[in-house]
């Protein structure tokens, strides 16, 4: 088969948020326009500005993995351990009657923005109050980013590429797009790709506290993510995980999979202005979205929806509007376009794969997610933002965006499935 002709399908998902612990419970959760958003209660908040945040609630590790490998993993680690066994077992691949050929050409994609910041947070206190000599043995594995990747395939043992790509809030797409790439290429059949995020602590709150990212609005944390609202102040954290399983369409064809949607196209592109702060005219974004409908083979008007990055931050949700527009024109008024960070907060390393899931459930139900907390209009932004409630409407094709620090920005196209 010519490699440029392999199709790729997505056949399994797995998804684990702050308003749902699974992929039923995430669609339910946007369906009802449910927000993440509490005040902090796992440790002590005095000393923060911020005192909220978007955490996992009921989330037990030993529901996924026995007790002792539980506590050799940093939490982000055990959220992606979580997504994975939800995903694999949506998707039907059954790993112990995989042939050595067969696990061959499964492979795991999977990163972290931050990695085991938690692990790192714990030994340094350790290591700064018993010693060196006290520090667990475990402390490099259980920090290191790409140490999910590998516990997925130990545990499912698939033999494929085995790998995570960081770059922080692009990081879930960037492992989901060379998944998609290494399967046109015919190196692997199945790719499972995403990414996971723990980051909620007194050191990761407090860093992006000081950069000035995160909102303060302590008084109402379930408002507080309200992206292109004009009293917007900063992006809530979020934590958890999402998987999606990509796979050559044969390849599910020939084993009965069910398939949800297809990937057909990728943008990758860099902004080369700033390490925090996005283009103010969004080239960056632009040059992404342009690539991924080109790689598609799609025209703009052909989009239906787009999850967009829309983090609730004064400049970002300005500079993703202003680049919409540059790249549809009229069209960008006729399509819908929702942030469901809105409901999530932001999962850093994990967005990319929560809200890839986000835009695959509106092309299977044709309904758009909402935005949620929308009061104020600001006049910079001006799109169909799908406010406050889910959309009925016909969705064909979507586009997911994500765009990370340093400059990093990814698009990926989904497709209604059709032989």
Aim: glycine share 10%; with cysteine.
């Amino acid at each position: 088969m010519d490699k440029n002709s392999r199709r790729i399908v997505v056949t399994g998902m797995g998804a684990l948020t702050p308003i749902g612990l699974s992929v039923e419970e995430f669609w339910n959760g946007m369906m009802n326009s449910k927000s993440g958003g509490a005040l902090i209660t796992s440790f002590d908040t005095s000393r923060l500005d911020t005192k909220f945040a978007c955490t996992l609630k009921g989330f037990e590790a030993t529901n996924y993995m026995d007790r002792k490998t539980a506590r050799r993993l940093d939490p982000y680690a055990q959220y992606a351990m979580a997504a994975a066994s939800e995903a694999i077992k949506d998707s039907e691949i059954n790993p112990e009657n995989l042939s050595d050929e067969e696990r061959a050409k499964i492979g795991v994609i999977f990163g972290s923005g931050i990695g085991g910041i938690q692990t790192f947070y714990n030994q340094s206190v350790v290591n700064y109050t018993e010693g060196p000599q006290r520090v667990s043995p475990f402390f490099i594995p259980m920090l290191i980013p790409d140490i999910a990747a590998g516990y997925i395939s130990i545990h499912y043992g698939f033999r494929g590429p085995n790998y995570c790509i960081v770059s922080a809030c692009a990081t879930a797409n960037n492992n989901m797009i060379d998944g998609f790439l290494l399967i046109k290429q015919g190196i692997a059949d199945v790719i499972v790709a995403g990414g996971s995020e723990a980051a909620i602590n007194e050191i990761g709150i407090g860093g992006f506290n000081s950069a000035k990212a995160l909102s303060t609005r302590n008084d109402s944390p379930e408002t507080a993510s309200r992206p292109f609202d004009s009293t917007r102040d900063g992006f809530i954290m979020g934590e958890g995980g999402g998987i999606i399983i990509l796979e050559e369409l044969g390849h599910a064809i020939k084993r009965g999979a069910k398939i949800y949607a297809e990937i057909i196209g990728m943008g990758l592109s860099a902004d080369a202005y700033h390490i925090t702060a996005p283009h103010p005219e969004g080239i960056g974004a632009i040059l992404a979205m342009n690539m991924a409908i080109e790689n598609a083979g799609i025209k703009p008007e052909e989009v239906d929806y787009i999850n967009m990055h829309g983090t609730s931050t004064e400049l970002g949700d300005i500079a993703e509007t202003k680049a919409i527009k540059k790249v549809f024109g009229e069209h960008a008024y006729k399509m819908n376009v929702s942030s469901t960070k809105s409901m999530t907060g932001h999962l850093l390393g994990a967005a990319g794969a929560v809200e890839a899931i986000a835009s695959i459930l509106a092309i299977k139900n044709d309904i758009v997610p909402p935005t949620i907390n929308f009061v104020n209009p600001d006049p910079e932004c001006d799109l169909n933002y799908t406010f406050n409630k889910p959309q009925a409407k016909k969705v064909n094709i979507a586009i997911s965006n994500a765009f990370g620090f340093g400059g990093h920005n990814t698009s990926v196209v989904f497709k209604k499935f059709t032989e």
